[in-house]
C-alpha cells in the first residue's frame, strides 16, 4: 500500500492543528529525534521543533489559503534565534510568494539555511519515508519487553478465542499504550480494512495516544484527532484507519443523530472512567465488548472512581502489573530511593508533648514535626548524587514557584551543571509562555541543561525516560503525583540501570509511603525474573548516613502504614509517639 502520512486529503480537508501533527508524523517517521509539537498560544513562531544529527530544527506551519510572504520568514527567522535553532523550515501547502525564495537566497548567503516546504515538497517528503513501522526499522527503541510481549499474545489469544473484551494493568512506566499500539498492528492483519477508534476522556490524552502510536504504524496507516479543538468532517473521518477521540466528543455526535464509521477496534485509556453516560453512549453505539467491535481498557487502576470493579466490560486482566511489581521484577529501572530524616525536629515534638495523648491529624503533626527548608543540604545531597550517574539528568519537584527558582540559583552556583526553574507561571504571577517552556524542555532533552526545578509542568505528558535522579523538596502530598512524579524517572532507557530518588520529606504521609515501599521491595515471596540483576531498595537517610533507628521508630509510632498513607489532611490518625522512644531518637 502507498504512504498515508501526507496525503490530499489531509492537506486540504483539515485544519491547521490537524496539520501541524501531519509535519510532526513525518518528521518522527523520517528519523528525527525529540519531536515536540510547540504551536500553541505564545509558542514564539515555532510550531514543530525537533533534532536530526545533532542539528536542532525548527517549523513554522501555515495552513492558509494564500501563499505566505515575508513576514512569515522575518517571524521563523526569530524564533530560530530564541530557541537556538539552526535550521528553520516554513511549512506551507499554499507555497509562498515569489519574493519568498529570493529572501530563502539571502539567508542562503548569511549561512542560514532556511527550508521551504510546499504542497509537492510535503508529498516527496512522505513518499520518501520507509513503508515498515519506526519499531522495525529500529528494534533497539521499541523491542517489547517479555510481559509487554506476553500481554499482546494474550490480547491476540481473547480476540481469536471470540472473547468481546481485553483489560490491560500496568502501573505508570510500563507501556500500556505500547502495548495496544501493537495489538492493533496485530490485529490490523487478521482484519483487513478494520477501523480502530481510541478513546480517552481529556483532549491532552487524545494527543498523547496518537503520538505512543505513530512509532508502531506503517507508512500506509493514515491517523487523526477528533475532540474539542477538532472536528474532522465524516469524509475525513471515513478515510482514517485510526480515529484518536474525546468520548464527549463522539457522544455528542452520536446523540445528534450522526453515525460512526465502521470501528472493529475501540481502545479505552485510563477505563476506569468507564460507566460514565458519555461512554455508555459510544459504547452501545458501536456494541463494543458486545458483540461488534472489540473492546480493549487500558488501566494503571482496576477500580472505577466510585469504587466499582470494571466487570460490566471485561471478564479478568489478561495483565496486570502494578508499581511495586514492576520494580521487584525488573520492567522498571532499579530505584535507590533515599528518604531523608534530617528535617525532622525531634526535639521539638519531644518538648511539645501534652500530659494526656489526643489524635492528631497529619496537618497538625507536620505543623510540628519538619522544620523550614534546607536548600543548602538538599543540593550538596544532589551533587553527590549526581556524581554517582555516568550520565547523570535530573528533575527537582519543587512546590512553589519561588522555591524553583532559589533551587535552580544554587545548583548554578555550585557549577556541577546547569538547572533551570519550568512552571506554568514565574514569581511574579506572570504566565510563562509556550516558547519559553519548550526551549526549555529541549535544551533539557538535548542535554544543554541538567535539573529542570519543577513545579507543576512536569507531573504528567512529559516522556524524560533518560531522568535517573529525582529529587523531592516540600511536595504536597497526593499519592498520584506521586507516583507520576516518580514515573518519571523509572522508565527504562539504554545503558540506565538505576535511578537514585532524593526524598526530603516534608509529610507525615510520605514516611508511611516509604515504609510501605520499603516492605513491598523486601517480600522474600516475590518472583523475580532470573536474567535482570534487581537492586531496589529503599534506605531512610540521616546525616547521610543510614538511619535505622529512626525509621524503626516511625514504623512503630504509624502503625497502620496504609490508614496513615491514605488519611486526609485533618483525619485523626495518630498519636503523640512513645516519650522514652522519642528521646533516644532524639539524642542520635
Known amino acids: 500500500m502507498s504512504q498515508r502520512i501526507v496525503t490530499e486529503l489531509q492537506l486540504s480537508g483539515t485544519g491547521w492543528q490537524a496539520l501541524e501533527r501531519t509535519v510532526q508524523r513525518l518528521i518522527t517517521a523520517g528519523g528525527y529525534t525529540g519531536v515536540q509539537l510547540a504551536g500553541a498560544a505564545g509558542d514564539g513562531g515555532a ?72 504542497r509537492q515538497t510535503l508529498l516527496r517528503q512522505a513518499a520518501r519515508v ?78 498523547q495516544l496518537e503520538r505512543a502510536f505513530w512509532p508502531m ?41 450522526r453515525s460512526l464509521p465502521d470501528f472493529g477496534l475501540v481502545v479505552v485509556d485510563e477505563c476506569h472512567h468507564l460507566g460514565t453516560t458519555a461512554y455508555d453512549t459510544v459504547l452501545e453505539e458501536l456494541s463494543a465488548g458486545d458483540g461488534g467491535a472489540f473492546l480493549v481498557g487500558l488501566t494503571a487502576t482496576p477500580w472505577r472512581p466510585d469504587g466499582t470493579a470494571l466487570r460490566r466490560w471485561f471478564d479478568y486482566p489478561i495483565a496486570d502489573i502494578d508499581l511495586v511489581r514492576g520494580l521487584r ?12 530524616t534530617d528535617n525532622i525536629d525531634w526535639q521539638a515534638l519531644s518538648a511539645g508533648l501534652p ?69 506554568s507561571r514565574n514569581s511574579a504571577g506572570k504566565a510563562v509562555d509556550a516558547a519559553t517552556r519548550n526551549r526549555i524542555l529541549w535544551d533539557f532533552a538535548d542535554g544543554r541543561t541538567g535539573v529542570l526545578c519543577s513545579v507543576d509542568v512536569l507531573n504528567e505528558g512529559v516522556d524524560v525516560p533518560d531522568v535517573n535522579i529525582v529529587v523531592f523538596q516540600r511536595v504536597t502530598h497526593s499519592r498520584r503525583i506521586f507516583v507520576q512524579q516518580l514515573g518519571r524517572g523509572l522508565r527504562l532507557s539504554p545503558g540506565k540501570d538505576r535511578v537514585i530518588v532524593l526524598d526530603f520529606v516534608s509529610d507525615i504521609r510520605r514516611f508511611a509511603a516509604g515504609l510501605s515501599l520499603q516492605d513491598s521491595l523486601g517480600d522474600p515471596s516475590a518472583r523475580r525474573d532470573p536474567r535482570v540483576s534487581i537492586g531496589s531498595r529503599v534506605t531512610f537517610m540521616r546525616a547521610n548516613d543510614e538511619d535505622e533507628r529512626g525509621a524503626q521508630f516511625l514504623r512503630e509510632w504509624l502503625g497502620d502504614l496504609q ?25 542520635q
Open 47 to 118: 510550531d514543530v521543533i525537533a533534532t536530526r544529527n545533532g542539528r536542532r530544527w525548527l517549523f513554522q506551519v501555515k495552513r492558509w489559503r494564500a501563499p505566505v510572504g515575508p513576514d512569515v520568514i522575518a517571524e521563523t527567522v526569530a524564533a530560530c534565534k530564541r530557541y537556538d535553532a539552526d535550521i528553520p523550515v516554513v511549512v506551507s501547502p499554499s507555497g509562498f510568494e515569489p519574493r519568498v525564495r529570493a529572501q530563502q537566497e539571502q539567508l542562503s548567503g548569511r549561512g542560514l539555511p532556511l527550508q521551504l516546504w510546499d
Open 130 to 207: 520507509p513503508a515498515a513501522p519506526l519499531s522495525e526499522r529500529e528494534p533497539e527503541r521499541y523491542q517489547l519487553r517479555s510481559y509487554q510481549e506476553a500481554a499482546v499474545g494474550r490480547m491476540m489469544g481473547e480476540l481469536l478465542n471470540g472473547t468481546r473484551s481485553a483489560l490491560v494493568v500496568l502501573a505508570t512506566g510500563l507501556g500500556k499504550t505500547f502495548v495496544a499500539a501493537e495489538f492493533h498492528r496485530r490485529f490490523s492483519s487478521t482484519r483487513t480494512g478494520a477501523k480502530t477508534l481510541v478513546l480517552a476522556h481529556r483532549n491532552e490524552l487524545v494527543y
Open 217 to 257: 504504524l506503517p507508512a500506509s496507516c493514515a491517523t487523526g484527532v477528533w475532540n474539542g479543538n477538532e472536528r474532522p468532517s465524516p469524509q475525513v473521518l471515513a478515510d482514517l484507519d485510526i480515529v484518536f477521540a474525546c468520548v464527549d466528543s463522539v457522544a455528542g455526535a452520536v446523540n445528534s443523530g
Open 329 to 340: 521484577e525488573g520492567y522498571l529501572a532499579n530505584v535507590d530511593y533515599r528518604m531523608y
Open 355 to 423: 500530659k494526656s495523648a489526643p489524635t492528631l491529624t497529619p496537618r497538625g503533626i507536620n505543623r510540628t514535626l519538619f522544620i523550614e527548608e534546607w536548600d543548602d543540604a538538599v543540593v550538596g545531597r544532589l551533587a553527590e548524587a549526581w556524581r554517582e550517574q555516568d550520565s547523570p539528568r535530573g528533575i527537582v519537584f519543587c512546590g512553589t514557584i519561588d522555591h524553583a527558582e532559589r533551587m535552580a540559583a544554587r545548583i548554578n552556583a555550585l557549577g556541577f551543571t546547569r538547572a533551570e526553574a519550568i512552571a
Open 563 to 587: 490508614a496513615v498513607e491514605n488519611a486526609g489532611e485533618d483525619a485523626h490518625v495518630l498519636r503523640y509517639p512513645p516519650g522514652s522512644a522519642l528521646s533516644k531518637v532524639a539524642k
